[in-house]
């Protein structure tokens, strides 16, 4: 592991526990937050660090903190989205078994500033393992006044509910999100209204995801200043990068936004095991539009992967060598968003559902010379036609790998 | 067939629903808790949930058939939770998902239980797990990395308890 690591994660997860975090520093930010700090200087002091949404999205979250009206009557949340579910990314999994103080006290922080008093975490049901171990967590804190009735000696109280999702990749939208809490199916909602003004059970409400909030401490603690002069770019701090598929060392890699996608899958990844090269690259997600070989000296951070028309996301780097075919990926992909879109958009319904048809006819020998054109034009037609970012997550993704690797389609489907 | 959790999982209910804002919107945790003890819902199930939630049945109904974690017919004793993403599928996992339902004795129906209804096996998107790929989950137990022969190992074990 070379210097630039920064080690803001514990490395595995035996001091998960409170008497680990409180001797690594933990609760000083929350306590210094709530009983020095006005709420506005809060906001301030995390826009001026630059710090954008982990999830995917990449919206700065002091920003999404300050649209909150102020004031007025009824009560507000605060949703922490630990549905990932994006595929190739393990990041809040990780936050959650390493670290979830971490994320607590980031939640305590963010919930003083905006004025909140209740607090849900929506933790994705295939990781009900690892809410336990939040359950846990949050007892210990509340045991020791962090948590519950006059935090810190306060006027300020938080409570905390934990939510198990089932099985849903849309509930992962924040509004769908939203739905899920309230005991629904995950359909998102039409913005606007936008969750800030009209969220959960009509109430104003902070969406923020494990990643971000978890970020949160460190720039209360360190200041602003210490977190933007991480960054290698116009992002500003570290991130988790989820490595895996064709290399030799995946795992999780906190380090510097802005480093060039190359420099991660080879110095930290080890680069492609012996005798394969690198075929391709999906950057942030299987959303994210995948990257050839040729194009992997693109900075990680959100203005760069934009440029190269694919975005950072959820920062989930998945590496595909050179003996896999491209068919094989697409029919991941077209077989995933048919069966994860909710149907509530027709575009998207019928879009997926209809590639995926497709694709599986390509695979089974009796492709159609019309067929690239077909997916690329089912595409076309989802492409900002839906209420949630759905429908571009499918089509955008699907449309780079059949517009970059279209020669190799086209041979299988003239097999 | 009417149907009433135990007194257990009721007052485990009552905890639940107590928890929340509104009492609909422990419609998931009610469903968790009903899962967790009968091992599916079944539509007399989903009668009792509604009725204590004051929620339409067609609501429950809805739930239900939206989340591919809760289940509407019997389970295996284990349920095998099977990732087919792509940093799965780039391993191997299709070899894997074939050589436990070779094992188990299924067919491509996804969620079958084998014969003896010792195992469920349902093929799964990402579980976010993807630098142990293969990977699936046991019950709710991550492992990974798993080669076919390990996972058809896993399904002896469990079958020999």
């Known amino acids: ?415 | 067939m009417s149907y009433v959790p135990s007194a257990e999982a009721r007052e485990r209910i009552d905890r639940a629903v107590a928890a929340y804002p509104e009492e609909s919107a422990a419609l998931l945790p009610v469903l968790h808790l009903i899962q967790g003890e009968s091992g599916h819902i079944s539509p007399e199930a989903e009668a009792w949930v509604a009725a204590r939630l004051g929620i339409p049945p067609i609501r429950v109904r809805e739930v239900v058939t939206f989340y591919t974690m809760f289940r509407r017919r019997p389970s295996g004793q284990t349920v095998i939770q099977v990732c087919r993403n792509l940093s799965c599928t780039l391993a191997g996992a299709e070899g894997v998902v074939a050589a436990l339902r070779r094992e188990l004795g299924l067919g491509p129906g996804d969620g079958d239980t084998a014969s003896d209804g010792s195992v469920s096996l349902v093929t799964v998107e990402c579980l976010g797990n993807c630098d142990r790929a293969p990977c699936l989950q046991v019950d709710g137990i991550d492992r990974g990395p798993v080669t076919p022969e390990a996972a058809v190992a896993i399904v002896r074990e469990i079958r020999g308890r």
């Open chain 1, 1 to 415: 592991m070379s210097e630039d690591a920064v080690r803001l994660l514990p490395a595995d997860e035996g001091s998960w526990d409170l008497g680990s975090y409180l001797r690594r520093g933990g609760y000083a930010s929350a306590r210094k937050a709530v009983t020095g700090m006005a709420p506005a200087d809060i906001i301030a002091e995390v826009r001026k660090a630059g710090l954008r949404g982990r999830g995917g999205a990449g919206f700065p979250a002091g920003l999404k903190w300050s649209f909150v009206p102020q004031g007025g009557p009824g009560p507000r949340y605060l949703c922490v989205n630990a549905d990932e579910g994006e595929p190739g990314t393990f990041k809040d999994r990780a936050i959650l078994v390493r670290d979830p103080h971490r994320l607590l006290e980031g939640m305590i922080v963010a919930a003083f500033a905006v004025g909140i008093r209740t607090a849900v975490i929506y933790v994705r049901g295939e990781y009900a393992r690892l809410a336990g171990r939040l359950r846990e967590a949050i007892a210990e804190a509340q045991g020791r006044g962090f948590l519950g009735r006059g935090i810190f000696g306060s006027a300020f109280d938080l409570e905390v509910i934990v939510h198990l999702g089932a099985g849903a990749y849309i509930c992962g939208e924040e509004t769908a999100l939203l739905e899920s809490i309230e005991g629904r199916r995950g359909l998102p909602r039409l913005k606007p209204p936008f969750p800030a003004v009209v969220g959960l059970f009509g109430s104003p409400t902070v969406i923020n995801n494990v990643e971000t909030l978890a970020a949160v401490p460190a720039i209360i603690g360190r200041g602003a200043d210490w977190y933007t002069a991480i960054g290698q770019s116009k992002d500003c701090g570290v991130r988790l990068f989820s490595l895996s598929g064709a290399v030799r060392r995946p795992g999780l890699y906190e380090l510097p936004t802005g480093m060039p996608l190359r420099t991660i899958i080879e110095d930290f990844g080890g680069g492609p095991p012996e005798g394969v090269a690198i075929k391709a690259v999906i950057p942030g997600g299987l959303s994210a539009p995948l990257l050839r070989a040729d194009e992997l000296g693109v900075p990680m951070d959100f203005e760069s992967m934009g440029q190269a028309c694919s975005m950072v996301g959820s920062a989930g780097i998945v590496v595909i060598g050179d003996r896999t075919p491209i068919l094989e990926v697409l029919e991941v992909m077209a077989r995933f968003y048919a069966h994860e879109s909710c149907g509530q958009c027709t575009p998207c319904r019928i879009g997926t559902s209809w590639i995926h048809k497709t694709v599986t006819r390509i695979a089974g020998g009796h492709g159609r010379s019309s067929d690239i054109d077909l997916i690329l034009r089912l595409t076309d037609g989802m492409k900002g036609r839906t209420f949630c970012p759905f429908g571009d997550a499918a089509a955008l993704p699907m449309h780079a790998l059949v517009a970059k690797f279209r020669d190799e389609l086209e041979r299988e489907v003239g097999r």
